[in-house]
């Protein structure tokens, strides 16, 4: 098994291993009660009542035979005093002697309970020597059977029934005093029991705390560290290395993430390499296609100048076909030169758009002045961007408004700004043209027009512009229109780009 | 009919057409709107409908696709015997697909328009 396995079994099994104990300390203490219980019910209270039934037939016994002996009750007595030296006494005999079974060797009640028997045995041979005596009513009549008797049940039977009786005397003593040890025992024991469980309890809970938390921790703690790492990897930092020490899965899982981000970084910096060579191969290309062009044209001026008078009316058509031709290719190109020079300056500066926009009025003045246009610009933010392309950008889009105007309506053109959380949020808005429904997907393609050149020269390459250059300011353009109404251009930028 | 954006094309194509000799009259419309614009009014303004239509594909605004979906709207009368795709480059599998399900479309040509290619046309279509 692996590490975080070993951890969260750790920690499971402490709690596991407090139930088991605490299971098996409360058997145990439950079998010690029973035990001192069945003690006490098997041992000690049979003793006890065994002991009491001797001792109430002991001095029944000698109260009996003093009646016969004195107040000559002889009928009466008789058969009393036969059942308990016959039956009762022999048989508590022969049960003190199963009593002693029960007892240790070495217990002193032992020979206590001898001297009981013994003294028991004792007083019957007595009493059944009294019996012989004082067998008529005749017996009693003669002086010298009862001074004998007499004296039979005052030295000898009165000293056996004190014996006994002081013998059953200790016993219960120590019967009660074994008794109040087992309780004191069963108390002690139990008293224990439960500071061991609230120790146990206490140092398990505080040991899978411990364990529980670093577990936790020892979670967390990666999951965080990989957490951070791709965040920076969201954030185009592929540098950025997971460092999760040890050999648990979550190392493995670290060193796995960075064998991604390395192979991320190669892949990405593979795709930076070939996107910059696309990039060169199209500027190198749009450049060097520009000359023959320039050729195409330089020598159709020519032959439009010098051969005028020579040539028909058809092939001047033909002529002016092709310089259209070669004048639009070479914008087409242009356009392409342009797009692939976006991006190359990669230095992000404040600008004042208020400012900017001002500047680029001064621009675009001919246009204005020749379509009438009105330029209506709110207050703009400061912005840290890549200057050059957003300006770009605005002339694009202030270019396509005043472009796209309704014939005979002069254009007028609203710029404003509104702040959001992470962006700023510009809309450029005319009343122009609009676009239709269905087209409006199409215009931020490259090369995509929705007039002819008749109708609005172009290249189609002018939103492509837009896009790309939205795209280097991390935000986005979409447009709002209704067809014959004018368009809005709503485009975001980024706050977080310095 | 010679349906394309770009004047250029129309006026190459008009010219090897009148070489040929072969047609009544030619009529240009410089994309998919005009075009409609043009047979739907055939009967209110006597435009005569046309036998044959050169149909661009890529055009601004209206395309051919475009042109072609609001062309199979129009009354029977009001089509042509014969419409033919004009390609700048050949078809992709996706376009192939769309052309063969629209049951206008007689054929493909390949840009430029030639004499020998509207020779073996008219032979194959008329």
């Not at chain 2, 629209?102 to 020998?116: D, H, I, Q, Y």
Request: hydrophobic share 40%; aromatic share 8%.
């Amino acid at each position: 098994m692996t590490k975080i396995g070993y951890k969260l079994v750790l920690g499971f099994g402490m709690f596991i291993v407090i139930l088991i104990a605490h299971s098996v300390l409360g058997q145990l203490t439950t079998d010690q009660a029973l035990e001192t219980h069945d003690r006490l019910t098997t041992k000690i209270e049979p003793a006890v009542a065994l002991l009491n039934d001797i001792r109430t037939a002991n001095k029944e016994l000698y109260l009996l035979v003093a009646n016969k002996v004195i107040d000559h009750k002889n009928s009466s007595t008789s058969n009393r005093i036969k059942q308990i030296i016959e039956v009762d006494l022999p048989y508590f005999i022969s049960n003190m002697v199963l009593l002693k079974k029960s007892l240790e060797p070495t217990d002193p009640r032992n020979k206590n309970i001898d001297t009981v028997a013994g003294y028991a045995s004792k007083s019957i041979l007595l009493i059944e020597e009294i019996n012989s005596l004082l067998l008529t009513s005749k017996d009693y009549e003669d002086p010298i059977k009862i001074d004998m008797t007499t004296d039979l049940l005052n030295n000898r039977l009165s000293v056996f029934s004190t014996e006994i009786d002081n013998g059953i005397s200790f016993l219960l003593r120590k019967y009660k005093q074994e008794l109040e040890n087992k309780v004191a025992e069963l108390s002690n024991e139990l008293q224990s029991n439960s500071r061991f469980f609230l120790l146990t309890s206490l140092l398990f809970i505080g040991f899978g705390v411990v364990i529980t938390y670093r577990n936790t921790r020892a979670i967390v703690k990666p999951i965080n560290a990989l957490m951070n790492s791709v965040r920076s990897i969201q954030e185009g930092n592929y540098e950025n290395k997971v460092s999760i020490k040890g050999n648990d899965e979550f190392s493995m899982l670290g060193t796995a993430f960075n064998q991604m981000s390395e192979s991320l970084k190669s892949s990405f910096d593979q795709i930076n390499t070939k996107n910059k060579e696309l990039e060169q191969f199209v500027y190198i290309a749009s450049h060097d296609l520009q000359e023959p062009l320039r050729t195409v044209n330089s020598f159709t001026d020519l032959l439009e100048k010098d051969y005028k008078d020579k040539l028909d009316e058809t092939a001047a058509i033909y002529i002016n076909f092709i310089s259209q031709a070669s004048h639009r290719m070479s914008l087409l190109v242009k356009g392409l030169l342009d797009y692939s020079r976006i991006g190359g300056n990669k230095e992000l500066t404040k600008v004042k758009c208020n400012e900017m926009l001002d500047a680029l009025k001064d621009d675009l003045s001919t246009l204005i002045s020749t379509e009438n246009a009105t330029l209506e610009v709110g207050i703009l933010p400061e912005l840290g961007v890549y200057k050059i392309e957003f300006r770009l950008l605005f002339q694009n889009l202030i270019n396509n408004a005043i472009k796209f105007h309704k014939p005979g309506i002069p254009p007028i053109v609203k710029i404003t700004a509104a702040e959001e959380k992470d962006f700023w949020k510009f809309k450029i808005s005319d009343n122009g043209i609009g676009i239709k429904e269905n087209q409006k997907d199409k215009i931020f393609g490259m090369f995509q027009r929705l007039n002819t050149q008749k109708e609005f020269a172009g290249t189609g390459i002018g939103l492509a512009h837009c896009v790309k250059i939205i795209e280097m300011h991390g935000g986005t353009i979409t447009v709002e229109s209704e067809f014959g109404r004018g368009s809005t251009f709503c485009i975001t930028i980024s706050k977080k780009l310095i | 009919m010679l349906i394309d954006d770009c004047e250029a094309t129309n006026y190459y194509n008009q010219i090897i057409i009148n070489r040929l000799d072969c047609a009544n009259s030619i009529v240009m419309a410089q994309g998919g709107e005009k075009a409609l614009e043009y047979l739907k009014n055939t009967s209110s303004d006597g435009n005569s409908i046309p036998d044959l239509i050169f149909l661009d594909i890529n055009m601004p605004g209206m395309n051919g696709w475009e042109f072609l979906e609001e062309y199979e709207k129009l009354s029977n009368i009001k089509q042509a015997k014969v419409v033919l795709l004009m390609l700048t480059t050949s078809l992709n599998p996706d376009d192939q697909d769309k052309a063969s399900k629209l049951g206008n479309v007689k054929g493909f040509v390949n840009k430029p328009l030639e004499t020998e290619k509207l020779q073996e046309l008219l032979v194959a279509y008329f």
